[in-house]
């Protein structure tokens, strides 16, 4: 059943929107997604002032991560320039892009900064074809690396070893395409934390044995990976 949208004040006056969505649930429970929405999860039985009151206690937490994602939407949606002081994101971490000009362009990575040296400094097109090539491959190494840790869980259950694509996805961090042995990865997961990019390749794995989002399905998850659900929650905060 869809969510009903609920308003309240913080205690500095600023409004608070949030979708209030009832579910057989313990504990009220309250997320934010990277897109600034914020969403609250309670019993039936819990009145709407005690909701209200919840969310007002976490009014400071809420606003700052609401302006947090706001201001990486804003970071992130401005076209690179391929300069020094730019960040790009790998396994979680921002890596600061160093250009200098040398007589042969090459790029690497200490794990803190990116180096990229071109002959061209002002060469936007150069530079970009480089930083590109270098993603792609990073997303080749640490996707591939994932894999192989987990295949052989899913091995046992008689799933032959999928042929990994990476490719720009413009909705989805992954998919599976079962009939014909596919798994692709979105290029964009490899900004995410090593552990969310787990969560996305077991949860394409598990679809070689339930190829639906069956309650069967997240029974078999969970077996395989108990903490997915924080793993999607931190992979939900990803700034993209």
């Known amino acids: 059943m869809p969510g009903t949208m609920e308003r309240v004040l913080a205690p500095d006056g600023r409004e608070i929107v949030f979708c209030l969505?009832?579910?057989?649930?313990?504990?009220?429970?309250?997320?934010?997604?990277?897109?600034?929405?914020?969403?609250?999860?309670?019993?039936?039985?819990?009145?709407?002032?005690?909701?209200?009151?919840?969310?007002?206690?976490?009014?400071?937490?809420v606003l700052a991560a609401i302006g947090k994602f706001a201001e990486a939407a804003r970071v992130n949606s401005r076209p690179k320039k391929y300069v020094s002081g730019e960040t790009?994101?790998?396994?979680?971490r921002?890596?600061?892009?160093?250009?200098?000009?040398?007589e042969k362009d090459a790029i690497a990575t200490d794990g803190v900064y990116i180096f990229l040296s071109v002959k061209n400094p002002g060469d936007f097109g150069a530079k970009s074809r480089i930083v590109r090539r270098f993603l792609d491959r990073q997303c080749t190494t640490v996707f591939g690396e994932v894999m192989d840790g987990l295949y052989p869980v899913v091995r046992k259950y008689g799933v032959e070893r999928p042929v990994l694509k990476i490719r720009s996805l413009k909705t989805r961090w992954g998919s599976c395409l079962f009939q014909?042995?596919?798994?692709?990865?979105?290029?964009?997961?490899l900004a995410a934390p090593r552990c969310c990019i787990e969560y996305v390749v077991?949860?394409?794995?598990?679809?070689?044995?339930?190829p639906n989002h069956s309650p069967k399905f997240y029974a078999f998850l969970s077996a395989l990976m108990p903490d997915w659900k924080a793993r999607k929650r931190l992979l939900e905060q990803i700034p993209t």
């Open 21 to 61: 969505e009832r579910k057989p649930v313990k504990n009220l429970n309250l997320r934010i997604r990277r897109d600034g929405r914020v969403f609250v999860s309670a019993d039936r039985a819990v009145p709407r002032e005690e909701i209200a009151r919840f969310v007002q206690d976490k009014a400071k937490q």
């Open 88 to 92: 790009f994101f790998i396994q979680g």
């Open 94 to 102: 921002g890596l600061r892009l160093k250009v200098s000009r040398a």
């Open 202 to 210: 077991l949860h394409e794995l598990c679809h070689f044995i339930h």
């Open 180 to 189: 014909k042995g596919v798994v692709t990865l979105n290029r964009r997961l």
